[in-house]
C-alpha cells in the first residue's frame, strides 16, 4: 500500500504544471549547466555563490560577511499562483543571518543583494527568514508600494504583516515554505503547518521572484534546493512537496551522480527513503566543508604568494657583498685617516698659536669699539642743531607775537565808539 501510494505521488509530480522559465531544482538535477541556471541571475558580494548539482549555495560556512542573490529573469504573468521554496540554513550554534525570498517590480535592480534592513523602496512583497527577537527563528512577510523607504525607517521590524515562529536551523534537511496566491487568500505554510494567511493581500502580475541571503561575521550558510512556480487554478496542479517518503526518493540525486550511496534495502519504502536521505544529507555536507577547505587552501595559497613576493622584494633591496666589502674598506681608510690626524695633534704643541690667536681677537675687538664709538659721536654732532640759532628762533618770534598784539590794540583804541 505504502509503495502504491508512493508511486502514485510521484506521477502526480510528473504531470503536474510547472512555470519552467520562473523554476528550478523540479528535475534530477538543479540545473542543466554547473555555472549558471536558466533564467536566473546568479549573483554575490564577498565571494561567488556555489552552484551544485543538488543545491544553490547563496552564503558559505566561511568566511563570514557574504551576500548572494538569485533572481528571475522572467516576470510572473500569471494572477494567481503558488510557489514552493526549499532552503536549508547551518551553522554554528551562535551564528546568524537573513534570508529572503522575494516579489518585486525590477528586484534585481531595485533591490540586488539587500536585506529587509538596507533594501530601499521596494515594491512588492518580501517573505523574510532570520532569528529575529531571539525566539531560535522567525518567519516574517513585509509588503511595499514602493513609497516606504526600508532602509532609513526607525522600526522595520514593526511593518511585518505576519509572522509565525520557526526554528530553521541545523535541522539537517531542508525546510518546505509553500506561498499560495489567489484572488481570495494569500497563505504562508511551513512544512505543511499554517504560518500566517490574509484575504487583504493582493499582488501585481509582472513581478520576477528573487532570492537574497545574507552573513555576519559569525555566519550561516544558506543552501537553495529548489524554486518551483506553478498556477493557482487547481490543487492538483500544484508541484508536490513530496514529504515522507516521496520527497525523499526525489531528493535521491547528489552532486556525484557515478557514484550514489549504497543503501540496504530493508523491505520498508519509509525507511529505506530515510536512509538515503541522510546519506544524500551527509554527501551534501561533505560537499560543503570540501568547497569551504578549498577556499581556506587558495587562501593560504594567496598568502604564500604574497610573502615570497615580499621576501623577493627585501632581497632586491638588500646590499650585494660587494657593497658591503667595498663600504667596509671605506670606513677602514676613514678610520685611519682619523688615527693620523690625532697622532698628530697629540705630537705638536698647539698653545702659543691660540694664545697667539686670542691676543689678535681682543685687539681687533678693542680697535673695533673705539672707532664704532668716535664714528658715532660725530654723526650725532653734525646731524644736532645749533643752541644759538634755536634760542634766536624762540626770540624771535615771542617779539613778533609782542608786536601784533600792541598793533591790535592801537587799532582797537582809534575805531569809532557807538553808544545806545
Same mark, same amino acid.
Given at each position: 500500500m505504502k509503495t502504491f501510494t508512493t508511486i502514485a505521488l510521484l506521477a502526480i509530480g510528473a504531470t503536474a504544471q510547472v512555470i519552467e522559465s520562473a523554476s528550478f531544482g523540479y528535475g534530477k538535477t538543479i540545473s542543466p549547466s554547473r555555472d549558471s541556471i536558466p533564467g536566473w541571475n546568479i549573483g554575490g558580494e564577498g565571494h561567488e555563490p556555489s552552484l551544485l548539482s543538488d543545491k544553490l549555495i547563496l552564503t558559505p560556512p566561511y568566511p563570514g560577511n557574504t551576500r548572494g542573490s538569485a533572481?528571475?529573469?522572467?516576470?510572473?504573468?500569471?494572477?494567481?499562483?503558488?510557489?514552493?521554496?526549499?532552503?536549508?540554513?547551518?551553522?554554528?550554534?551562535?551564528?546568524?543571518?537573513?534570508?529572503?525570498?522575494?516579489?518585486?517590480?525590477?528586484? /534585481?535592480?531595485?533591490?540586488?543583494?539587500?536585506?529587509?534592513?538596507?533594501?530601499?523602496?521596494? +515594491?512588492?512583497?518580501?517573505? =523574510? $527568514? %532570520?532569528?529575529?527577537?531571539?525566539?531560535?527563528?522567525?518567519?516574517?512577510?513585509?509588503?511595499?508600494?514602493?513609497?516606504?523607504?526600508?532602509?532609513?525607517?526607525?522600526?522595520?521590524?514593526?511593518?511585518?504583516?505576519?509572522?509565525?515562529?520557526?526554528?530553521?536551523?541545523?535541522?539537517?534537511?531542508?525546510?518546505?515554505?509553500?506561498?499560495?496566491?489567489?484572488?481570495?487568500?494569500f497563505e504562508v505554510t511551513v512544512d505543511d503547518k499554517a504560518c500566517f494567511s490574509t484575504g487583504k493581500v493582493n499582488l501585481p502580475v509582472g513581478n520576477t521572484f528573487g532570492i537574497t541571503a545574507a552573513t555576519p561575521e559569525n555566519p550561516d550558510s544558506f543552501e537553495i534546493f529548489k524554486f518551483?512556480?506553478?498556477?493557482?487554478?487547481?490543487?492538483?496542479?500544484?508541484?508536490?512537496?513530496?514529504?515522507?517518503?516521496?520527497?525523499?526518493? /526525489?531528493?535521491?540525486?547528489?552532486?556525484?551522480?557515478?557514484?550514489?550511496?549504497?543503501?540496504? +534495502?530493508?523491505?520498508?519504502? =519509509? $525507511? %529505506?527513503?530515510?536512509?538515503?536521505?541522510?546519506?544524500?544529507?551527509?554527501?551534501?555536507?561533505?560537499?560543503?566543508?570540501?568547497?569551504?577547505?578549498?577556499?581556506?587552501?587558495?587562501?593560504i595559497k594567496a598568502q604564500g604568494g604574497k610573502s615570497d613576493a615580499r621576501h623577493t622584494e627585501l632581497m632586491q633591496k638588500l646590499a650585494s657583498k660587494e657593497q658591503v666589502a667595498a663600504l667596509d674598506a671605506r670606513l677602514q681608510r676613514i678610520e685611519s685617516l682619523l688615527q693620523n690626524i690625532q697622532r698628530d695633534l697629540e705630537g705638536k704643541d698647539y698653545s702659543s698659536r691660540f694664545n697667539q690667536l686670542q691676543d689678535t681677537l681682543r685687539s681687533s675687538h678693542l680697535s673695533l669699539t673705539e672707532n664704532l664709538q668716535s664714528h658715532f659721536l660725530s654723526a650725532i654732532t653734525a646731524s644736532s642743531p645749533r643752541m644759538g640759532f634755536f634760542i634766536f628762533l624762540v626770540i624771535a618770534f615771542q617779539v613778533l607775537l609782542a608786536t601784533s598784539y600792541i598793533i591790535y590794540k592801537r587799532r582797537r583804541a582809534n575805531m569809532p565808539k557807538k553808544f545806545l
Open positions: 533572481w528571475g529573469q522572467s516576470p510572473v504573468i500569471q494572477q494567481e499562483w503558488s510557489a514552493e521554496f526549499q532552503f536549508r540554513a547551518s551553522g554554528p550554534e551562535r551564528a546568524g543571518g537573513i534570508l529572503q525570498l522575494w516579489y518585486t517590480k525590477d528586484g /534585481q535592480a531595485r533591490v540586488g543583494t539587500s536585506s529587509i534592513y538596507t533594501v530601499g523602496q521596494f +515594491d512588492g512583497f518580501a517573505l =523574510v $527568514v %532570520d532569528t529575529h527577537g531571539g525566539r531560535g527563528g522567525s518567519i516574517r512577510g513585509f509588503l511595499n508600494d514602493g513609497s516606504t523607504d526600508y532602509k532609513s525607517h526607525r522600526s522595520v521590524d514593526s511593518l511585518a504583516f505576519g509572522h509565525c515562529d520557526y526554528a530553521y536551523r541545523n535541522l539537517g534537511r531542508p525546510t518546505v515554505v509553500k506561498i499560495k496566491h489567489t484572488n481570495s487568500i518551483i512556480l506553478s498556477p493557482a487554478t487547481g490543487q492538483g496542479q500544484t508541484a508536490p512537496s513530496y514529504q515522507g517518503g516521496a520527497q525523499q526518493q /526525489q531528493q535521491q540525486p547528489i552532486a556525484d551522480q557515478n557514484q550514489p550511496p549504497v543503501v540496504r +534495502d530493508t523491505g520498508n519504502p =519509509v $525507511v %529505506d527513503a530515510g536512509i538515503g536521505a541522510q546519506f544524500v544529507d551527509l554527501q551534501g555536507r561533505i560537499q560543503l566543508q570540501n568547497k569551504a577547505t578549498n577556499t581556506i587552501i587558495q587562501d
